[in-house]
């Protein structure tokens, strides 16, 4: 098990460019949302559906990634427990099939409130686990499989207001953040090495008791989550402006 960053949420929050020649060219089938209206989400929400059939492949003139699969960072769980666990190589499967539960967006207080559901997700990664729990020692690693039905991610966006030549900008924050999944399933191979027993039983104590763990995944979820998706949000309302981005 590992997280999942679904980061998929920045999809939602962007509405339209209109490129310069230094800026890179939105898709021509875009339409540009205006800033004004009262059912700009509904603009917004449009034009996702408009943009689905390009999500798997990534979407560049957005900073939208590739989607399937979604490469993420190596990450670290129980980094100053007895215990450590890292995640590398990890690879999303299917994160371009998702459904918008809920979308709300505020200009004039920044802020976007987003809620997105993923039907299913496979989650492939290599983990390694070092370190001694009672008298056992563990240092292995191995392929990690992992598969979540109905992942359901909240998202709250705050953002703030900043001037840069001359043009008003956004700078996005989490404001809140929580993630629900309704079943998973995660296979860690060769967790005592050839020992499959052991292994088999290991995995099953994991999935028998797999809401529980999530649950302490939590803030290692939410903090991938929250990297990834900032990281990207940021960077193109860095590059432009609200000007840029909505018509009046």
């Known amino acids: ?28 089938f875009i339409r540009l949302c205006n800033r004004t209206d009262p059912n700009i989400h509904k603009c917004v929400e449009e034009n996702i559906e408009l943009l689905r059939p390009t999500l798997k492949a990534g979407v560049p003139a957005l900073f939208i990634p590739t989607l399937d699969p979604l490469l993420i960072p190596p990450t670290c769980v ?21 459904s918008l539960d809920r979308f709300d967006i505020d200009l004039n207080h ?31 690693q191995g392929p990690a499989d992992g598969n979540y039905t109905n992942f359901r991610v909240h998202l709250g966006l705050k953002g703030t207001p900043y001037i840069k030549n001359e043009e ?7 404001e809140t953040i929580a993630l629900e999944v309704e ?26 008791n797999i809401d529980v763990i999530i649950n302490d995944l939590q803030p290692v979820i939410q903090r991938v989550v929250a990297d990834f998706v900032f990281g990207i949000v940021n960077k193109l309302f860095t590059n432009y402006s609200l000007k840029d981005l909505f018509s009046e």
Do not use: C
Request: charged fraction near 25%; proline fraction near 4%.
């Open 110 to 140: 920044h802020k976007v409130n987003i809620s997105i559901t993923f039907p299913h997700l496979r989650i492939k990664s290599t983990y390694n686990v070092n370190g001694k729990f009672l008298v056992v020692t563990f240092d292995e």
């Open 78 to 98: 129980n980094e100053e427990d007895q215990v450590k666990v890292t995640f590398t190589d990890i690879q999303i499967y299917d994160a371009d099939k998702f």
């Open 183 to 208: 079943d998973s399933h995660v296979v860690l191979e060769k967790l005592f090495g050839n020992h499959t027993e052991i292994s088999d039983k290991t995995n099953k104590v994991i999935n028998e």
């Open 168 to 174: 008003e900008h956004l700078r996005w924050d989490k």
């Open 1 to 28: 098990m590992k997280p999942h960053s679904l980061t998929l949420v920045l999809i939602v929050v962007i509405p339209l460019i209109n490129g310069e020649d230094t800026k890179p060219k939105l898709p021509s």
